[in-house]
């Protein structure tokens, strides 16, 4: 039951969205303009025409790039999976089953994920190539899922702790096992926690690039970003097919963050004040 | 009766051969010369029905590829057969046995047709280890429009080039046109730069007899004289310093500089149709200081390719080699895509005549100097590192010339002592 | 802390065992081993062309590391970095969620718009800051000389303070949306009935956040902030792209240095060493947040 007035706060929120969009507004505007209009000083700020010639050269003269994004789909959404589903139980067990050194363990995840993944592509690339896991889905879907793994676990391990223990103690008492404790309440429970997680890690993953780099080198296997790569000359920079790339290439994101955008606003709030 | 056994096993044999005798993976841009591997591979593959080729496309900036070709020659991966390198890195991938020594696997009048002084880049302990493939430089564009308007002859010293740069600013009286831009950011480029600027000067980063001499007076005179061009004379913008190639070119292109020192990529877009300076400039050899008119200082690069040493189909590999890079496919890549061609020879023939422009940078090549790749092998990328990171340092006037020249002659006789 | 004597309390042991085995495999295989390597690594010294076997060679790296003028210059710039970024981005992440958490009309939209900044690759996000705060044609610069702010184009990824500051600004403005989003979510388990009893023992909204909200965000904070802290420490895509660690080497982070060492000079042993030291700074650091956070309770 506010009184106060509103102002302040739509103001303060149409400010965050403009800086928010700002670059990406940008890069929008920017394929959406001839190469003159790119290039021009003083510069343009809308397109002055409006063209949509670079979204027809994309498809036209790169269709592989559609390949290239259903190759990171593909593996983004492997990765959140096995991520979510390793990473939640892991959380879970180390947090809410009161194990023996299970404090130790959550460091020693957390620290393992402190190096930084650069320095890893030398020897993840020679295991790889021995194990021959180079160029196919699950190796790049194993190689993200250990990337992102900590994170995971510690995200996750943080929202069941914040859930009250009684429940679990009551369901306990009623004999059910950990499993099932963990798939019908304790999931739900923290279903946000989930969402929230699961989409950070698909984030992860789409935009990887050093190993999606090297461990995808055959071109039908290409993930977006390292597509995009491609599109540079050795010294030149064309602004007109990168932009209109990189907007295709978000488009997924987009569109998978607007769907889930609903379930974070709330539909099924977590705590167990309800 | 007595036939139709063998007949029966040979045909089995027959089926059960594999349908080719060689796959081999190429690893080459898609930028710098993608129309010519499109041609060539289809071409190769009707010619050699038993050999299959895969392009396997990387990205053309350097960097880039770099990463991946590092990672993988070191975990000893068997592909790609056949991979492109930078000029800069042949002397060092040989050093590190990354490259296959071709002298075993092609014939010496293949090999003897290629440029000397390119060969030299990637002949290490005497046997070349790949093969040129295009080249590229440094040269000099300018607004011929302005210089007609001004009625200044175009420049040969860079005396030449501060006069009519503050006569055209002072006339063109914009705050936002410069005189002079080119690619000084802490690149590879900017190592570039000044040796054509230290060349130009009769200085370089060898002396006379073969040592390294990077503070000799000669290139402690030119070093000055592009810390004054930015910071006396003020003829480039602030951003010099930050500039990649690309946003010069943009300038250039905006109408907004003079003079442009860039490598011959930017001829393409900057005479494109929709280019505000298409038809007013031109480009010359870079300019020298006075005195010096026989100064080799325009500054090469390039690719080359080179074979796996890890390659299962060395031979195969070579034979494509030697076609991809032979004089036919050099000249239809000189005429077509505006390749400059590594095999002199190629620029004598009538179908080259047509192609001023080629020829125009071909002449400039004529004055062509290296960077010292070959001569530092394996340690070439620090002594890149050493020489922009002083360069840098003199630029910004966080060291005098002479100190910073001082400390990279100290760092690079220390490096290279052994 | 219960025994695992009865037989009910050893299942529940194994159940959580079996639980966290799929993890710990994955990170062993892809994490642990390479690390190993690494570190292995970083004690010896392999020949240039890889013909001659490791050889041990104790602390030498390290030793070259700490008289290396240029390892305490990224040391230098990666913890300027780091400080200067972290506190800004859980500001505006506390923030952003707060105001993304009351309801307002078109809710969906702005929390879409926040999310946006992180969910770009960062290597284009960061080409695209370059393009803008180029200082001969970029966007900034342009609205700024023809709204007559400033009459000199401003250099702001070429002049040494102005670069960093560019730099914090990107990443501030690429992660507040990411600790943004983490907080919302623990936003949105907080119940709402404390805050009903907040007010009406008469609670202002300041007092509401100081005495409700806080208290039970530290947990996401936490993680949010290690996350983050440990994602600053390592920064590259970010100088890599914007200023190639310049102006000189006035940006250039520690693992633009290490990947300099290991890409570039192809010195995988002394690039180890690097790496090795980054690894404890950040373990340090985390550590640090651990035992500060924890004793608030």
Redesign the interface.
């Known amino acids: 039951m506010k009184t106060r007035p509103?102002f302040g706060?739509?103001a303060?929120?149409i400010l965050?969205?403009v800086?928010?969009?700002l670059?990406?507004i940008?890069?929008i505007l920017t394929s959406l303009k001839?190469?003159?209009g790119i290039?021009?000083?003083?510069?343009q700020y809308l397109p002055q025409p409006f063209t949509l010639k670079n979204y027809i050269n994309i498809f036209t003269n790169s269709p592989e790039l559609l390949l290239y994004v259903v190759n990171s789909f593909i593996v983004a959404l492997g990765c959140t999976v096995?991520a979510l589903?390793?990473?939640g139980?892991?959380g879970?067990?180390?947090s809410r089953?009161?194990?023996?050194r299970a404090g130790v363990?959550m460091v020693l995840?957390?620290?393992?994920?402190?190096?930084?993944p650069?320095?890893?592509?030398?020897?993840?690339?020679?295991?790889f190539?021995s194990l021959g896991l180079l160029n196919t889905y699950a190796g790049l879907i194993?190689?993200h899922?250990?990337?992102f793994?900590?994170?995971t676990?510690?995200?996750l391990a943080?929202?069941f702790?914040?859930l009250p223990a009684e429940i679990e103690e009551a369901a306990r008492m009623d004999g059910m096992?950990?499993?099932r404790i963990?798939w019908s309440i304790v999931i739900p429970l923290s279903w946000?926690?989930f969402?929230?997680t699961g989409?950070?890690v698909f984030?992860f993953s789409?935009?990887e690039?050093?190993l999606a780099?090297?461990l995808m080198?055959?071109?039908a296997m290409r993930t977006a970003?390292v597509g995009?790569?491609?599109?540079?000359?050795?010294?030149?920079?064309p602004?007109e097919t990168?932009?209109t790339a990189?907007v295709l290439?978000?488009v997924p994101?987009?569109v998978i963050?607007?769907i889930f955008?609903?379930q974070?606003?709330?539909g099924l709030?977590?705590?167990?004040?309800k | 009766m007595k036939f139709t056994i063998p007949a029966l096993a040979t045909a089995v044999a027959l089926t059960a051969m594999p349908a080719f005798s060689a796959e081999l993976v190429l690893s080459i841009g898609s930028r710098g010369y993608g129309p010519a591997v499109d041609r060539n591979l289809a071409r190769y593959e009707d010619m050699n029905p038993d050999v299959s080729i895969e392009w396997n496309k990387v990205s053309d900036v350097p960097g880039e590829t770099r990463k991946l070709y590092v990672t993988s020659l070191t975990a000893k991966s068997p592909t790609p057969d056949i991979f492109a390198v930078d000029v800069i890195w042949a002397g060092e991938f040989a050093q590190r046995g990354w490259l296959e020594p071709l002298n075993g696997l092609l014939d010496e009048e293949t090999i003897d047709a290629f440029n000397p002084s390119l060969l030299a880049a990637s002949t290490v302990d005497d046997k070349v280890h790949a093969l040129p493939l295009y080249a590229d430089g440094i040269h000099f564009f300018y607004r011929s429009d302005l210089l007609e308007k001004y009625d200044l002859d175009v420049p040969k010293t860079w005396q030449d080039v501060v006069a009519a740069s503050n006569t055209i600013t002072e006339g063109e009286a914009n705050p936002q046109f410069y005189g002079f831009v080119s690619m000084w950011a802490k690149i590879e480029g900017l190592f570039m730069n000044w040796l054509a600027f230290a060349n130009g000067n009769g200085g370089g980063f060898y002396d006379a007899d073969g040592a390294v001499a990077v503070n000799s007076q000669a290139n402690i005179e030119a070093t000055q004289f592009m810390v004054d061009l930015l910071h006396e004379e003020r003829l480039a913008p602030d951003s010099i310093l930050n500039a990649r190639p690309d946003d010069a070119r943009t300038l250039f292109q905006q109408g907004r500089a003079a003079f442009l020192m860039v490598q011959d990529f930017v001829h393409a877009p900057l005479s494109a149709e929709n280019s505000p300076v298409a038809g007013k400039f031109d480009f010359t050899r870079v300019p020298y200081f006075e005195g010096h008119e026989d100064a080799n200082s325009t500054t090469m690069g390039g690719w080359f390719l080179g074979i796996n040493p890890n390659s299962e189909n060395k031979q195969a590999a070579a034979d494509f080699l030697a076609d991809f890079t032979a004089k036919e496919q050099q000249l239809q890549a000189a005429v077509e895509d505006n390749r400059a061609p590594t095999i002199p020879s190629v620029y004598e023939d009538e179908a080259m005549s047509g192609n001023e422009t080629l020829a125009k940078f071909g002449k400039n090549y004529d004055f062509g100097v290296v960077r010292p790749s070959a001569g530092s092998g394996s340690k070439y990328p620090r002594v890149s590192e050493i020489m922009q990171l002083e360069i840098t340092n003199a630029l910004h006037q966080q060291k005098t010339v002479e100190e910073a020249l001082n400390d990279a002659q100290s760092q690079l006789e220390t490096l290279l002592a052994d | 802390m219960t025994s695992i004597t009865s037989p009910l309390d050893r299942r529940r042991h194994l159940t959580g065992i079996a639980f966290i085995t799929p993890t710990m495999l994955v990170i062993i295989a892809i994490l642990v081993y390479p690390i190993l390597q690494s570190i292995m690594l970083s004690f010896g010294q392999s020949s240039i062309d890889g013909s001659e076997p490791y050889q041990f060679v104790g602390l030498k790296h390290y030793a070259a590391l700490a008289q290396s003028e240029r390892f305490w210059n990224s040391l230098w710039v990666t913890l300027l970095f780091t400080g200067l970024s972290i506190p800004l981005e859980l500001a505006m992440g506390i923030g952003l969620a707060v105001l993304m958490n009351e309801h307002f009309k078109f809710k969906g939209i702005a929390r879409l718009a926040v999310l946006f900044p992180w969910a770009l690759p960062t290597a284009l996000n960061t080409l695209m800051w370059r393009w803008m705060y180029n200082t001969d044609y970029g966007l900034f610069n342009a609205a700024a000389l023809q709204s007559g702010l400033v009459d000199r184009p401003i250099n702001w990824l070429g002049d040494e303070t102005l670069a960093m500051g560019s730099m914090v600004v990107v990443a501030v403005w690429k992660t507040s949306s990411f600790m943004a989003l983490i907080i919302l979510a623990g936003l949105q388990s907080i119940p709402r009935d404390l805050y009903e009893a907040g007010r009406m023992d008469g609670m202002t909204r300041w007092q509401e956040f100081r005495v409700i909200t806080l208290p039970l965000l530290k947990g996401p904070i936490l993680v949010a902030l290690i996350v983050r802290s440990m994602d600053a420490l390592r920064t590259f895509e970010l100088p890599f792209n914007l200023t190639d660690g310049g102006p000189v080497t006035a940006t250039e982070s520690l693992s633009l240095y290490a990947y300099k060492v290991i890409f570039d000079f192809i010195e995988f042993n002394y690039g180890a060493a690097i790496v090795v030291v980054q690894f404890l700074v950040i373990f340090a650091m985390s550590l640090l947040y651990i035992l500060t956070l924890r004793n608030k309770d």
């Open positions: 509103r706060l739509y303060l929120v965050s969205v800086i928010s969009f670059p990406i940008w890069l001839t190469t003159e290039y021009a000083w003083p510069p096995l589903s390793f990473g139980m892991a879970y067990a180390l089953l009161g194990m023996r363990l995840i957390l620290a393992v994920s402190m190096f930084p650069v320095s890893l592509l030398p020897s993840l690339f020679q295991n190539l194993i190689a899922t250990g990337l793994l900590p994170f676990v510690w995200m943080s929202y702790a914040t096992g950990v499993f963990f946000p926690g969402v929230a989409l950070i984030i789409w935009n690039f050093p780099l090297v080198t055959q071109n970003p995009i790569s491609l599109y540079p000359g050795e010294y030149a920079f602004w990168i932009s990189t290439a978000i994101i987009l963050t607007a955008q609903k974070i606003v709330g709030t977590a705590g167990a004040g």
